[in-house]
């Protein structure tokens, strides 16, 4: 597992950090329902698996503190300040670790053994599979402790009788579906990335 953080490792994760940050700015403005799409995601699942969980845990962090800046919670930043704090920032961390965590459980010696052959694809579509479902599951079970008052009154509001079916449908549906599909598309540029990235890193 890619855990050391050297000179040249800290700068390709503060180039990521930096694509992370830009790229919820830019995805602010792209919705499906009432949320922006995670156009981030993508960069986590990189970082994820060069540099490792404890990386993809970072860039998760950062994407949380970015949407926090962007003002895309600022629904929830209305109802409760601890609540959308914990689950914004949760939601990106664990994603990240997931996400890295997959990656390395499947494909450990892609990150280790510089110039070995191994089938990394199967890794990567896995580590791009998580991380929506961790990201969305998180915000999900955040909505459930923290808003569920305001989310009765949002489902009645729209139309739903069934709080559930709000979330599902309302909240997330659209916006889930896309970033799952997006990563699982992209998934044979993000296995080239990396590809990329292990050999500059192995120099």
């Known amino acids: 597992m890619n855990n050391k953080f050297t000179t040249k490792n800290l700068v390709g994760l503060a180039v990521l950090t930096a694509i992370v940050i830009v790229l919820q700015f830019l995805g602010s403005f792209i919705r499906f329902g009432v949320f922006s799409i995670s156009l981030v995601l993508i ?25 926090l800046l962007s003002g895309d919670a600022a629904a929830f930043l209305a109802i409760s300040v601890p609540g959308t704090l914990m689950t914004v920032l949760l939601k990106g961390l664990l994603a990240g670790l997931c996400a890295g965590a997959a990656y390395y459980a499947i494909a450990p010696k892609a990150s280790r053994t510089p110039g070995a052959k191994h089938n990394n694809y199967p890794a990567v579509v896995v580590a791009a599979i998580i ?6 599951g998180i915000f999900l079970l955040g909505c459930k402790l923290f808003f569920m008052d305001t989310i009765n009154a949002w489902a009645e509001g729209a139309g739903y009788t069934n709080v559930g079916k709000f979330m599902i449908l309302g909240l997330v549906g ?30």
């Open 43 to 67: 960069p986590i699942v990189v970082g994820a698996a060069l540099y490792g969980p404890l990386a993809g845990g970072w860039l998760g962090l950062a994407f949380g503190v970015a949407v």
């Open 131 to 136: 991380c929506p479902i961790v990201n969305t």
């Open 174 to 203: 659209g916006n889930f579906l896309f970033e799952l599909l997006f990563n699982i598309v992209l998934s044979p540029v993000i296995l080239r990335i990396i590809a990329i990235g292990q050999k500059e890193s192995h120099r």
